[in-house]
């Protein structure tokens, strides 16, 4: 299968409005800024006048699939939501790109789906034996086939009913011909905030960001185990189960959201500066320059300069129209791959001692090939700081982290891993900097933080995915099981 190189996937984009005269163009522009958390696929769906719904989706990125203009100008109606995709479950085609669209007699429903659904396939599998049919193999319909089954009387009833049925992170968007409904997990994984427009129609997106470009004032995030209920009378929050816990995704502020997103009140861009200042003041080293790994941790590196005390200097540059290289993923494409991603100034790195700053190490990919090409455009020694605890553990709320044979941190140790990328020193936020650098000040554990890829503490049962987890080795184990290997020859 054919992948891109990057090795930190996206998740997924929603937005949603509704009483809106441009309510297609209005989803296009929010999709636009949300383009960053999913770029296999986009699509837009619409409430037409007469109630039904009508939709246009399509491989790519947004605009590729809205490249005629005749595919946004047969979205007619004053309601919508769209989604751009990276898959977390099911596979990469069409048939899973969303929002997906439902034919009833009584009345369409089209859904919008950011996170993971942790029991999905147990699920599915007992909707398939009672006869349910899916059109998808993504995680995202089930939702649907379980409305379908409840007996209570109204539609609101029957969400909420299968709403407490489903496990794991979700933020979704359902748009029917009476309403727009936004909900929320029980843990609030995945962030979701509603804005309001000037003509007073109301919004969902998955990040402010999207609400301030089209012009919505920010009203307040949906809060874990929320539905959000917006019609014509105007907008209603209820709760479908109390049993709440907040514990929104920490590589949200770490990698995924954009910096001028706010979550829960904390913006993305100080949050990172504020990882990278505590990263530096509990590593002290001495370099000459800073150089942050364009574009998502030029906001840590700030940090780092201004903690240290040195100037943050332009020592990498990131070629902008890299992005869309789709490549197989074999070790020497994933290199090529980030070859063609980012260069060296020579002119500034030569002969300094240097920080070099990035938000994360998955497999090591990037660092290796980092380091060196700064050592190779002069500089004299590079120090690698990672503005995030040691990734360790894999996600299962909506977040694509490589399975834990794959992240370096759970194979190695520090002094391992610097010698692996050829760093002259290396450098982890710890995980109580974190938490402190975020300052979400929540009351819940991790002040409202879900940090399970540091810790492997997952706030809720894994499901369907406890038995094949598997837990990172520690040292003694991993000797253990090479000298087993070794016996075996
Ligand atoms: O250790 P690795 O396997 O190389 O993965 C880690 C890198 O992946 C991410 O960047 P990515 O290249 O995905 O995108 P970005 O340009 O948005 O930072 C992350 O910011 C690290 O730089
Ligand atoms: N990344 C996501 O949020 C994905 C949503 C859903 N699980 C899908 O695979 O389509
Ligand atoms: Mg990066």
């Avoid at 891109?4 to 522009?29: H, M, Q």
């Avoid at 700030?302 to 200097?313: D, F, K, Q, T």
């Amino acid at each position: 299968m054919a992948t891109e190189v990057k090795s930190l996937n996206e998740e997924c984009g929603i937005f949603g409005v509704w009483n809106d005269p441009e309510a297609a163009k209005r989803t296009y522009f929010g999709l636009h800024s949300l383009q960053h958390r999913g770029q296999e696929g986009a699509g837009i769906v619409v409430r037409q006048e007469n109630g039904q719904l009508l939709g246009h989706k399509g491989m790519g990125l947004l605009a590729d699939v809205f490249s005629r203009p005749e595919a946004l100008d047969t979205l007619v109606g004053t309601s919508a939501i769209g989604h751009v995709r990276y898959g977390t479950a099911g596979s990469h085609g069409i048939e899973n790109i969303q929002p997906l669209l439902f034919h009833y007699l009584d009345g369409d429903v089209a859904m919008a789906h950011n996170g993971n659904l942790t029991n999905a396939v147990s699920s599915r599998r007992v909707l398939e034996k009672s006869g349910a049919t899916f059109q998808s193999n993504s995680d995202t319909e089930v939702l649907m086939h379980l409305i379908q089954r409840q007996k209570e009387a109204t539609f609101v009833e029957r969400l909420k009913a299968s709403l407490n049925q489903i496990k794991g992170g979700f933020a979704y968007l359902i748009l029917t011909k009476d309403a727009l409904y936004a909900a929320l997990d029980p843990n609030g994984f995945r962030p979701l905030s509603i804005g309001q427009l000037e003509n007073g129609s109301f919004v969902v997106a998955s990040e402010t960001c999207a609400l301030d470009v089209v012009g919505a004032r920010f009203v307040q995030d949906v809060k874990p185990g929320q539905l959000v209920q917006i019609d014509d009378n105007g907008m209603s929050i209820t709760n479908y189960t109390n049993q709440t816990q907040l514990a929104v995704c920490s590589m949200e502020y770490i990698y995924f959201a954009r910096p001028d997103s706010n979550i829960y009140g904390v913006n993305v861009h100080l949050a990172r500066q504020r990882m990278g200042y505590q990263l530096a003041k509990e590593n002290p080293i001495d370099v000459d320059i800073v150089v942050g790994v364009p574009n998502s941790s030029l906001s840590a590196a700030s940090g780092v300069a201004l903690a240290l005390n040195v100037p943050n200097e332009m020592g990498l540059i990131k070629n902008q129209y890299s992005s869309r290289t789709f490549i197989q993923p074999t070790q020497e494409l994933r290199e090529q791959g980030v070859k063609m991603k980012l260069s060296a100034l020579k002119a500034v790195v030569d002969g300094k001692n240097v920080a070099l700053v990035d938000d994360s190490i998955v497999r090591g990919t990037t660092s290796k090939y980092i380091v060196k090409m700064l050592k190779t455009a002069g500089a004299k020694s590079v120090h690698l700081m990672i503005s995030s605890p040691p990734l360790k553990y894999p996600c299962f709320y909506g977040i694509d982290i490589e399975h834990t044979r794959e992240l370096m941190a759970a194979n190695h140790s520090v002094e391992e891993m610097r010698a692996m990328i050829g760093a002259d020193s290396l450098h982890f936020l710890s995980l109580p900097g974190l938490i402190k650098a975020i300052d979400l000040k929540h009351n819940a554990p991790n002040e409202g933080l879900c940090v399970a890829y540091f810790d492997g503490n997952y706030p809720t049962p894994l499901y369907d995915y406890a038995a094949d987890f598997e837990a990172p080795k520690t040292a003694d184990e991993r000797v253990l099981s090479a000298t087993v290997e070794m016996e075996e020859v």
